[in-house]
């Protein structure tokens, strides 16, 4: 989270339905008697984060498409819709969510993958979250129902705070509402595996991603480099051609996305480590999955939180832990200038410090 220069956000004018009037009247309680609340939808991403006291705030009542164009490319939901509807919805229609957010069972919903900011296989070549929010409908914490950004790229009047709610982990405010960019889904679609070494897997992903091979997937596990090439029938039949290994299963990257791999079976502590894209092979203290052409890598590891997290920072990257209770400092500390930074954002837009108090760090 970084402070944007302005804040430009604007009372909405459009009548509120009654589940969003709840949350508010909710919020405004909670104001008045300076009380925290735990917000949360399903509570698929619980695990994420320190844990939160206080009354709880569920988003689930609030759900329902508000609004979907498929010839405009844009859909505005609410955000205690189930995610997976949302995407049922998109795929009736060709479409899709270009950053492909975990499910987690069907349970989250859209104001949580936002809060979150979870992304899946395809982030690297598509974008994240974030840069597919054009708009958002978000309760202060003044109390005050505003409206960021709009349904149009070209709209950008407090875009960057409608952007900065995702990966917020509801610290900023209570998103009621998101409006989101959609993308046709591709015409085909091919799955490989190659037997290569991890060093020569990632010497391959830097030299194919200077080339027109329409990847989109890529992930190193057990011996073995899997990718999805995606796009254009001839182009994708030519990169298979080209590329050759053996057919991989369709379903291994929807597993891969929801954490459903055997790799993930392993009762060791999860931490996913992201690094920068130059980032060699590394020995690592447990057993890493490498996704994202090498970008982000599983670990299971019983190494403590201060060898993996200063690991990650000595690379240039940041490790976050994906299970409970292991650690008090889940994310990455942050540096004294940026940990400034966040306070000031968050005694802006929530100055009571009501929303989700110490969910990222204990000072926030």
Same mark, same amino acid.
């Given at each position: 989270?970084?402070?944007?220069?302005?804040?430009?956000?604007?009372?909405?004018?459009?009548?509120?339905?009654?589940?969003?009037?709840?949350?508010?009247?909710?919020?405004?309680? *909670?104001?008045?008697?300076?009380?925290?609340?735990?917000?949360?939808?399903?509570?698929?991403?619980?695990?994420?984060?320190?844990?939160?006291?206080?009354?709880?705030?569920?988003?689930?009542?609030?759900?329902?498409?508000?609004?979907?164009?498929?010839?405009?490319?844009?859909?505005?939901?609410?955000?205690?819709?189930?995610?997976?509807?949302?995407?049922?919805?998109?795929?009736?229609?060709?479409?899709?969510?270009?950053?492909?957010? %975990?499910?987690?069972?069907?349970?989250?919903?859209?104001?949580?993958?936002?809060?979150?900011?979870?992304?899946? %296989?395809?982030?690297? +070549?598509?974008?994240?979250?974030?840069?597919?929010?054009?708009?958002?409908?978000?309760?202060?914490?003044?109390?005050?129902?505003?409206?960021?950004?709009?349904?149009?790229?070209?709209?950008?009047?407090?875009?960057?705070?409608?952007?900065?709610?995702?990966?917020?982990?509801?610290?900023?405010?209570?998103?009621?509402?998101?409006?989101?960019?959609?993308?046709?889904?591709?015409?085909?679609?091919?799955?490989?595996?190659?037997?290569?070494?991890?060093?020569?897997?990632?010497?391959?992903?830097?030299? +194919?991603?200077?080339?027109?091979?329409?990847?989109? *997937?890529?992930?190193?596990?057990?011996?073995?480099?899997?990718?999805?090439?995606?796009?254009?029938?001839?182009?994708?039949?030519?990169?298979?051609?080209?590329?050759?290994?053996?057919?991989?299963?369709?379903?291994? +990257?929807?597993?891969?996305?929801?954490?459903?791999?055997?790799?993930?079976?392993?009762?060791?502590?999860?931490?996913?480590?992201?690094?920068?894209?130059?980032?060699?092979?590394?020995?690592? %203290?447990?057993?890493?999955?490498?996704?994202?052409?090498?970008?982000?890598? +599983?670990?299971?590891?019983?190494?403590?939180?201060?060898?993996?997290?200063?690991?990650?920072?000595?690379?240039?990257?940041?490790?976050?832990?994906?299970?409970?209770?292991?650690?008090?400092? %889940?994310?990455?500390?942050?540096?004294?200038?940026?940990?400034?930074?966040?306070?000031?954002?968050?005694?802006?837009?929530?100055?009571?410090?009501?929303?989700?108090?110490?969910?990222?760090?204990?000072?926030?």
């Amino acid at each position: 989270m970084t402070a944007p220069s302005t804040m430009s956000g604007r009372p909405d004018p459009r009548m509120s339905c009654e589940s969003e009037q709840q949350l508010q009247r909710q919020i405004i309680d *909670a104001l008045e008697n300076q009380s925290p609340l735990a917000i949360q939808g399903a509570g698929s991403k619980a695990f994420l984060g320190r844990p939160v006291s206080g009354e709880l705030l569920d988003t689930r009542a609030h759900s329902g498409i508000v609004n979907y164009d498929p010839t405009e490319l844009v859909v505005t939901v609410r955000s205690g819709t189930p995610l997976a509807e949302l995407l049922a919805t998109l795929d009736q229609h060709g479409q899709m969510l270009p950053c492909e957010p %975990p499910t987690f069972d069907g349970a989250a919903t859209v104001g949580g993958m936002v809060a979150a900011g979870l992304s899946g %296989p395809r982030r690297p +070549w598509s974008g994240s979250v974030r840069d597919f929010v054009l708009g958002t409908r978000v309760i202060t914490g003044h109390g005050k129902l505003m409206r960021f950004g709009g349904e149009v790229m070209k709209n950008v009047a407090g875009y960057d705070l409608s952007r900065l709610m995702a990966g917020s982990f509801g610290l900023l405010g209570v998103l009621t509402e998101v409006s989101l960019k959609v993308l046709p889904k591709p015409v085909a679609t091919r799955h490989l595996s190659l037997d290569l070494s991890a060093e020569t897997a990632l010497e391959k992903l830097a030299q +194919w991603g200077q080339q027109p091979i329409p990847i989109t *997937a890529a992930c190193y596990i057990d011996g073995r480099l899997c990718l999805r090439l995606e796009g254009g029938t001839g182009s994708v039949r030519s990169a298979a051609d080209r590329l050759g290994g053996e057919e991989l299963e369709s379903d291994f +990257w929807s597993h891969l996305n929801e954490q459903k791999l055997a790799f993930f079976d392993d009762a060791r502590p999860l931490w996913r480590l992201s690094l920068p894209s130059t980032t060699p092979v590394l020995e690592l %203290p447990g057993d890493a999955l490498l996704d994202w052409a090498g970008n982000q890598r +599983w670990l299971k590891s019983d190494a403590a939180d201060t060898t993996i997290q200063a690991l990650a920072s000595q690379c240039g990257g940041h490790a976050t832990c994906y299970s409970p209770g292991i650690t008090d400092t %889940p994310f990455q500390p942050l540096q004294p200038l940026l940990e400034h930074y966040h306070r000031r954002l968050k005694a802006q837009l929530d100055p009571q410090g009501i929303f989700n108090p110490g969910r990222t760090y204990a000072s926030l």
